[in-house]
């Protein structure tokens, strides 16, 4: 798949999204990423957030915060804002590439110790086809 420079969600969106999204894309290129890395990682981000791409979404019963879910219950704490989420994720991600194939490296994310587990993955890319 390729995939353009200028990252775009298929249904239409506000203006605030789409910005939020083309930050996140330009992030992502800056450390390297292949279209398909960048790609993952914007479903990871758009599944992760409940479509919201909002820095103060709240999930797992208010225990996760944030567009990458920090999960504040063990004591982690997301940056305050979208721009510094997002730049931690794309180094956090540019680190798991390098590290591991695509699909593990997703995996990876969303716990240090994961063993693959197919369902989640599939939930993120079902999220990938949001994207054109």
Known sequence: MIFSAKAYMKDRIG????????YANQALRERGLTDQQVLYTLALIDHESVG????????????????????KCVGNIAPATYEEQVQLIADEMASKFAEFDDLTALGKHNAPSW????????KVLESAKNFI
């Open 15 to 22: 203006a605030d999204v789409q910005e939020k999204i083309l």
């Open 115 to 122: 063993d693959y587990n197919e369902k989640y993955i599939n």
């Open 52 to 71: 919201s791409w909002s820095e103060t979404i709240v999930g797992d019963g208010g225990c996760s915060i944030g567009i990458a879910q920090w999960n």
